[in-house]
Structures are given as structure tokens and as C-alpha cells.
């Protein structure tokens, strides 16, 4: 569904307030968060319409964001993305954000660290570059706050993935206009197959390309696709990937 107009959500919005007078006022960070499990379950209910259904989750974001509670503010993102299709990584991260301004409670910030680095998965699978950069930034930072060194390496080790992700995406856009004048360009090729097989998963897209890139790569590629049907060839293609990857200085293809 589309996001409906701000006018409607904010009139949507004063009528919810005031229906949850109490849970709103309320002081009591439980109160709060059992009213956030409140809108989310009656979200889903099919009398509520597109305009109610996006503020009860909207509010529920919001709620839960106020007694820092990482799962809870992510589950309501992850349900108002769904619905209203919109972008889970950019409204979650900025409510990792929002729970973590000014937290003292270091466990928090560690579930936030560990849920920034999560989230990189969730951008990069929207091809979100610039969110799956941002997620690196933020989880090693609360990472370093909360003395985690262990989350500190492990974001650093994807955020080099992110690295080669933003090299091997850019590679492919000039390729694509390579090869529009030239399809069989085995340079091209090679660039658009591994940003589709190895970037984003899309084997059976990439693997067309790659195979036409020439070398190891394209042989094996080549032999990939020439062996979808044969279980036994099939397993001799997983052993020539494994050899190759162990091989390959791209961060993508490891």
C-alpha cells in the first residue's frame, strides 16, 4: 500500500493518542511497551484501515524507540516496511538511533551494535549501499562504546565486504554501457556476472555473463551452466567454485 497522506496520519494520530490517553502518559516504561504490542497486534486486525494501520505501526516505532527496546522497535520497522513498502534499513536504523541517543545502559547499546551489523544483510539485499555503510559506521561505534571488541572486528570485516559491494556495483554500471555496444566484451562481462552472482546471489543472471568473461572464471561459469541438470557434474562446479574462491583477492567471490 502506498504511505497515506500526512494530513489523514495526523489526524489518525490525534484520535489514537487519545484513545491510549493513559498508555501515553504513563511514566512507566512496561505501560509503554505493552501499548507498542498493543498497536502492533491491532495493526493487522482487517477492520483497520491503510491510514489507521500505518500510524498504529508508525506509533508503535515510536514507542518502542522511547524504552529503548532494539527487537521491538525493529519488528514494528520491519512491519510498516512490509506494509507500506517502504525501506527497512534507512527507518531502522535511524530507530537504532533513537534508541541509543543518550543510553547509559550498555546492554542496550551492545543489541543495537549487533542489530546494526544485522542490518547491513537487509540493505545490501535492497542494494542500499549507502545504508549498509552507514549500519558498518553506527556498529562500530556503539560497539566501541559498549568494549566490544569482538563486534568492533566483526563489523570491521563487513564492512570491508560493503567495500568491495560499492567496487563491484559501481564496475557494473560503466560495464552495463559497454555492453550495450559491445555484448560479447569479456571484461564486461566479467564485471556485470560478478556483481550479479556474487554481489547480490543472482546466479542465474550472473552466471551467463561470467561465462563469457574468458579464463578460469568463464570456464568454470561456462561449465555451470552447461551442468544444471547433472547432479554429479553439479557437485564438480561446487568443488571448482570452492577452489576458486580460494583464490580470488574479491571480497565478493570469497
Request: aromatic share 4%; net charge neutral.
Amino acid at each position: 500500500a502506498a504511505i497515506p497522506d500526512p494530513a489523514a496520519r495526523a489526524n489518525a494520530g490525534t484520535e489514537l493518542k487519545k484513545e491510549h490517553r493513559t498508555g501515553y502518559e504513563s511514566k512507566d516504561p512496561e505501560v509503554r511497551r505493552t501499548l507498542a504490542r498493543t498497536l502492533l497486534e491491532r495493526a493487522n486486525a482487517a477492520e483497520v484501515d491503510a491510514v489507521h494501520r500505518y500510524v498504529h505501526l508508525d506509533q508503535a516505532v515510536a514507542l518502542a524507540e522511547g524504552v529503548r527496546d532494539v527487537r521491538l522497535a525493529l519488528e514494528a520497522v520491519d512491519r510498516l516496511s512490509i506494509a507500506f513498502q517502504g525501506e527497512a534499513a534507512p527507518r531502522g536504523l535511524l530507530a537504532l538511533e533513537n534508541v541509543t541517543r543518550g543510553a547509559k545502559d550498555m546492554s542496550v547499546v551492545a543489541e543495537a551494535a549487533t542489530a546494526c551489523v544485522e542490518m547491513v544483510g537487509v540493505a545490501l539485499s535492497a542494494d542500499d549501499a549507502g545504508s549498509a555503510v552507514r549500519a558498518v559506521t553506527m556498529a562500530k561505534t556503539l560497539a566501541k562504546t559498549a568494549k566490544l571488541s569482538g563486534l568492533v572486528a566483526r563489523a570491521t570485516e563487513v564492512g570491508t565486504f560493503v567495500d568491495a559491494y560499492r567496487k563491484s556495483s559501481g564496475a557494473a554500471v560503466a560495464a552495463r554501457k559497454v555492453l550495450e555496444a559491445t555484448p560479447d566484451d569479456p571484461g564486461a562481462n566479467e564485471a556485470v556476472g560478478r556483481f550479479l552472482a556474487f554481489g547480490r546471489g543472482r546466479w542465474d543472471e550472473g552466471l551467463p555473463h561470467l561465462g563469457k568473461a574468458g579464463g578460469a572464471l568463464g570456464a568454470l561459469a561456462a561449465k555451470a551452466v552447461a551442468s544444471a541438470e547433472d547432479a554429479t557434474a553439479r557437485q564438480a562446479v561446487a568443488d571448482g567454485w570452492w577452489d576458486l574462491g580460494q583464490k580470488e583477492k574479491d571480497g565478493l567471490a570469497r
